[in-house]
């Protein structure tokens, strides 16, 4: 059976536009509503076809569902929750797709008192952005990681695992402060400096912009692909989990430091030491399928 008939999505971009696809492809009998701030992407969501129902307001798409899954940015999530609160039937569940877990539970509690919250977030996506970027197995072979409340029900912990399963997820419950840790290190901290390198790379005088994209298959062009992920996104990720980037930032500058000594002395076999033990980890991601080994991280040319 089913574990949802009526899903409810909000927000119809990169991750809204592939739930619904996936929705569609691996529950086709879910009848899907949709819902987005901008005009132009209900338009585009309702020429996709990638819905079953487009309506104008939130209040309107969760009338008459029993799980509602919010994928707008995540400094958005609170007055979303609040705009579609008096239309939320009492019975349905709410979830979200937001890159941090303890701001998101926070702001939909405080809005949503007595619903069911059960926040997740599926570790999957792509520097694109809008509805037109969406595929339905974005999330097939990825991590979604739910964090549901100390009092959840177990049964609708389970409805919504069974849910994220269909689409192709493996799941993983944990709580949502280690979330945010975790994902500081593994996600956020990454993008922060491929913003940063980008940006250096820049501002630079002494090397034109035309030399810095020429040349960029040295490694720059790889921290380009992140560094063009949506900003109002990423925005509101530093702003929401503030504490435990500040905390990888701090981290990190020490150890950039050290490596900074070790280049100013000389010491090559703390280098090398440093770069084999990258290494190895680069390997077991590969091997537990997280990423592609083919040459140039599978490039099509
Ligand atoms: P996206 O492609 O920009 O889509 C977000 C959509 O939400 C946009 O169409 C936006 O409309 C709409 N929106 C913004 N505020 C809204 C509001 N108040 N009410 C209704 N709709 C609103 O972004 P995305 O990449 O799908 O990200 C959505 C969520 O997924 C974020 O919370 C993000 O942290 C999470 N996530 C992203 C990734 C990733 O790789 N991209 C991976 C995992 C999780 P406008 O055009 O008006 O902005």
Redesign the pocket.
Known sequence: MLPFARLTV?????????VARAVKANMPSVRITG????P??RARAVELGICDDVTDT?GASVMDADLVI?????G??G??AA?FASDLPADAIVS?????KQS?ADALAAVLPNAMIIPA???????????D??FATLFKGRWCILTPPENAPEAAVERLRNFWQRLGADVEIMDARHHDMVLAVTSHLPHLIAYTIVGTADDLEGVTQSEVIKYSAGGFRDFTRIAA??P???R??FLSNKDAVLEMLQRFSEDLSALQRAIRYGKGDELEALFSRTRDIRRSIVEQGQDDDAPDFGRKH
């Open positions: 909000i927000g119809l971009g990169l991750i809204g536009s592939s819902h987005d701030a901008d132009l992407v939130a919010l994928c707008v940015p995540v958005a999530m007055a979303v705009d979200d797709v937001g890159s941090c998101v977030h599926p570790v999957a996506g792509t520097e694109k952005s809008g509805p970027a969406g992920s949506d109002v996104m990423w509101d990720v």
